[in-house]
């Protein structure tokens, strides 16, 4: 798919995919905008095997084998693997992956069977320019990190980064990090995530787009033309299932970004934003475009001056805490619970009554 002009080039990032058993459709006009790109890059949160679970103590997704087929039916020409789930099923479950995706002649980054696997980036020519993507995480997230001999995720730690992107851009390479980090369902990247992309910055990537948190965080142009957006929230999340209770995304988690970033000779990045929603099982364009819009400058006000974000992460990590407790404290809200969570909460509160 190359639909570049000479001295131009579109690449589409949108964020975190989980197919499911049955993934959804694409809108028609949601689809004409990203066959308009030279590529489309997604965040592919899933191995695509058969079960053989290896860690009952998260959320494990698994994709059908043959679901990954919609991918190209959405547009998507490459993914990254650097996430949490990846390595959800094991080594056998990553294979299982990888086998589907080359099949599918779709290039990913970011896993690998050891370290140097891992670690290398996806790379494009397309006429005058060069694309290196590197995928990397955080072990924060829960994410198996390759080492030398054993398979995972390329690790987001530095300096080992931040030489690796000096040296791709002495090749001469546009420079795009994708990071998962950070904490789910925060609309703020923590202060972590800020200092750390700002170090990706330093280094000399052209571009930061990262995921992780499943919500619609902001994003900073410098006057560099340097790009970063915390996160893009979820392009397509299917229903999962935890714990033997089946779960459907909603409000915020149905909500995405996705950035169409020009790159033309001799001028700085120009960013086109997207807002896209989940309905059901279609991805579309959403038509509240004001509202997102708003909602989304506000998610950005904080991050142009970074002097104050010590300051101002502690109150949105203070202000979550609040909103949860008053959830939990709400009779109306207990049929949530499981009987187990409130039996064990039950015992434990009689302990401490008989003592």
Known sequence: MVKNIENSIKIAFVGDVFLGDQ?????????????QCDHVIANLETPLCMPSPIDFSKILLRSEPGTENVLREWGITAVTLANNHIFDHGENGFKATRAALNTLQIPFAGAGMNRSEAACPLTFEIGAFRIAIIACTEPGTQAQIATSNTPGCHHLTFPDIAAQIQSIKQEGHIVIVVPH???????????EVVENGEKLLAAGADLVIGHHSHVVQGMNQRSSGQV???????????DYNFRGRKVSTNGESNRGLCLIVEFSANTLPEVQKIYTCQKANQIDLDANIDKRENEFQQRCVPLYDLSNYPTYWPKVVRKR???????????????????????????????????
């Open 181 to 191: 980090w950070g904490y789910c369902d925060y609309e703020y990247p923590s202060q």
């Open 321 to 355: 805490l609040y909103r949860r407790l008053t959830h939990w404290l709400n009779p109306f809200n207990w049929h949530e619970m499981k009987w187990a969570t409130i039996n064990a909460l039950w015992i434990m509160i009689k302990q401490q009554l008989l003592r």
């Open 23 to 35: 993934p959804g459709k694409i809108g028609t006009d949601l689809f004409e905008l990203l066959s």
């Open 228 to 238: 970063i957006a915390y996160s893009l929230g979820n392009f397509y999340f299917g």
